[in-house]
């Protein structure tokens, strides 16, 4: 199933914007995400005007709430539940993340990319895909220590709104390539024709 091409934007020059989306579990480890805001720090949070915006609900909800209560970090992370159509606010961030012990090929890291975001992802099941075009980073680790490093760091690098827009650009060509619905129909009157 491909996606319809949808306007995209660039990158933000006076912010960095973060978006995950998924249902609020273990599996998915949305929390490294708040752990790894928590450890870059104020300052740099407030000198980067970086939101965080984590779309859904789940089992662990209440807990990644009373998270970024605890760390005080409800200026950046925003919380916004289960939202219909998430993806429509993707176009107005830099990143997309997909940080999951396992997964297929997540829609909202192609919904993403389609929006001009960098993939951050670790590499299960498809995820690795969303970022063959030098678009985005596959993080080399797979324990929660190693992520959060990994994922701190990568954030704390991520502050040249000219270089995210080149990489958001190499995000539009892959969506483009490999996942719009024009190139699904493509490969499927191959396979009908084959």
Not at 49 to 68: C, I
Not at 114 to 123: E, F, H, L, N, Y
Not at 137 to 145: I, P, Q, R, T, Y
């Amino acid at each position: 199933n491909g996606i319809r091409p949808e306007p995209h934007k660039k990158a933000n020059e006076d912010a960095l914007v973060l978006h995950i989306t998924g249902s609020v579990c273990a599996r998915k480890r949305q929390y490294l995400l708040v752990e790894a805001i928590n450890r870059i720090g104020n300052e740099f949070l407030i000198h980067n005007n970086v939101t965080v915006n984590l779309f859904g609900g789940g089992p662990d909800y209440n807990l990644l709430s009373e998270m970024v209560s605890k760390y005080g970090l409800s200026s950046w992370v925003k919380l916004h539940g289960d939202t219909d159509m998430p993806y429509k606010q993707y176009n107005l961030g830099d990143l997309i993340l997909c940080i999951s012990t396992e997964e297929g090929l997540p829609i909202a890291l192609i919904e993403g990319i389609r929006a001009g975001c960098i993939p951050i992802v670790t590499d299960v099941g498809g995820c690795n895909l969303v970022s063959t075009n030098n678009n985005g980073f596959v993080l080399a680790g797979m324990s929660d220590e190693s992520v959060l490093n990994e994922l701190s760091a990568l954030l704390e690098s991520l502050t040249d709104a000219v270089d995210r827009n080149l990489q958001g650009q190499k995000s539009i060509v892959l969506f483009s390539q490999e996942f719009s619905n024009q190139k699904m129909v493509e490969e499927y009157a191959k396979e009908i024709l084959a």
